[in-house]
């Protein structure tokens, strides 16, 4: 059976597949000095080609980065994602409104916001304006039940991730198939069968 960890920032362990991915974080845009999207594109391209995903990219309106800046990192790298076909990885804190409009605007590939830990309301407003969640060691926590319900109530297309936790991707798939009633197979057959149309 293949586990699929959608995002991680640890080691992949062997029987894990996890695509390469490459972007500039929210939290890190105000170091991005390129003063045009040519400029930027220049400079960037290579790693975004060797990439399968692009991201993770985003907003984030809890971080000290610029906000004008971050809007237009993101922008730039939403038509990276857009002129190489490819799908994007979202961070996104307080921000869901602006990532639904720009959506609007870029449909030409599929966004996944990671670390979702939202209500079955965002995930379905989310998955309206075209953008899917993945859901990872917050599953886990047993504080965090509003993550749980959020994933045993959602219908829409969701992945698995580990982020940065410790916690590895067989335990995120554990809870997952305990939260929704799913065998573990069906839930890591269906997973698998999601991420394969990320690159339809």
């Not at 490819?86 to 307080?94: I, Q, Y």
């Not at 609007?104 to 965002?122: C, E, M, P, Y």
């Amino acid at each position: 059976m293949d586990y699929i960890d959608f995002h991680t920032h640890q080691k992949t362990a062997e029987g894990v597949i996890t695509p390469r991915s490459f972007g500039i974080h929210p939290w890190k845009a105000d170091q991005e000095k390129a003063e045009s999207y040519d400029a930027f594109k220049n400079k960037s391209l290579p790693l975004f080609a060797n990439a399968q995903i692009i991201g993770e990219c985003g907003l984030d309106k809890v971080c000290r980065s610029n906000w004008e800046t971050q809007m237009r990192l993101f922008e730039w790298q939403i038509m990276m994602a857009d002129e190489l076909n490819k799908p994007m990885v979202v961070h996104c804190v307080r921000a869901f409104n602006e990532l639904t409009e720009l959506r609007k605007k870029h449909r030409h590939n599929i966004w996944v916001v990671h670390g979702f830990a939202g209500s079955t309301q965002l995930a379905d407003q989310l998955y309206k304006a075209g953008i899917w969640v993945s859901y990872g060691a917050a599953l886990l926590d047993p504080k965090r039940e509003k993550v749980r319900e959020s994933l045993r109530c959602n219908r829409n297309p969701y992945l698995l991730e580990t982020d940065d936790s410790d916690v590895g991707i067989a335990a995120v798939y554990k809870s997952a198939a305990e939260t929704t009633g799913l065998e573990l197979k069906t839930l890591a057959d269906t997973i698998k069968e999601r991420y394969t149309t990320l690159f339809a």
